[in-house]
Every structure is written in C-alpha cells, then in structure tokens.
C-alpha cells in the first residue's frame, strides 16, 4: 500500500524557520520524482517545490526562491523542504506528492500520490 506522511508542520513567528519531512512507503522512491504543495483556507492548492528523481534538478514557486530548500534522501525514502523567513502569507496545508516519471513536474494533476497534509501557521 502506497504512503506518503509529512512531518514537522506547527504554529512559528514570521521570520523563523521550519522543517518539514515526507516519508514514502510502498513504492519504490528513487524512481519518483517528488513534489512539495501547499493550500491555504478558501484557496487552491498550490505548486512550492519539486525535485527529480535522484535530486539533480530543483522547481521551485517565486514566491518561496530564496527561502525554501528542497532536497532528498532515497536511502531513507524521504524529501525535506526547509522553510526560512517564513510569513504570514506561508500559511497552509503543506502536502507532498511523487510522481512516476521522475520529473520535477509543476503541475498538482499530473502526480501520482499524495500525503495527508501538515499544517503550518505562521503568525505575525
């Protein structure tokens, strides 16, 4: 059965930072690219970042260059994204997804799975 759990969500200040982890169980990660979005209330969910398969190349939304990293470890089955100078408007549901086809692919449709969601709040 496929599973993907984020970890790491929670309530910080404006300008702190955060760590988020996603777990996969199930398939065999290496061969997925995999992909970081977030929703927040009454909003569409949304691109943040994307990674290939083995790492090599890196999409990230223009709202977060600069203050995300997303990065993986296949020997652990798990993607990271490091939030820093985190704002208000970070707010959301972060959820991660894979992708069979090992492209860092931008577009929420086109991923195979997804986890449950973290929350993050970021307040002022």
């Known amino acids: 059965q496929v599973q993907l759990d984020e970890f790491g969500g929670g309530l910080v200040q404006a300008g702190k930072s955060l760590r988020l982890s996603c777990v996969g169980a199930?398939?065999?990660?290496?061969?997925?690219?995999m992909g970081w979005f977030r929703q927040a209330p009454g909003k569409e969910r949304e691109f943040v970042a994307a990674?290939?398969?083995?790492?090599?190349?890196?999409n990230y939304a223009e709202s977060v260059k600069g203050r995300f990293t997303m990065t993986r470890d296949n020997a652990r089955s798990t993607a990271f994204l490091a939030m820093n100078d985190l704002k208000p408007e970070d707010t959301g549901i972060y959820y991660c997804?894979?992708?069979?086809?090992?492209?860092?692919?931008?577009?929420?449709?086109?991923?195979?799975?997804w986890g449950r969601g973290t929350q993050v709040t970021v307040s002022s």
């Open positions: 997804a894979a992708v069979r086809d090992g492209l860092a692919r931008l577009n929420k449709d086109e991923y195979d799975y």
């Open positions: 199930g398939f065999t990660f290496r061969d997925y690219a």
């Open positions: 990674t290939t398969w083995r790492g090599g190349t890196t």
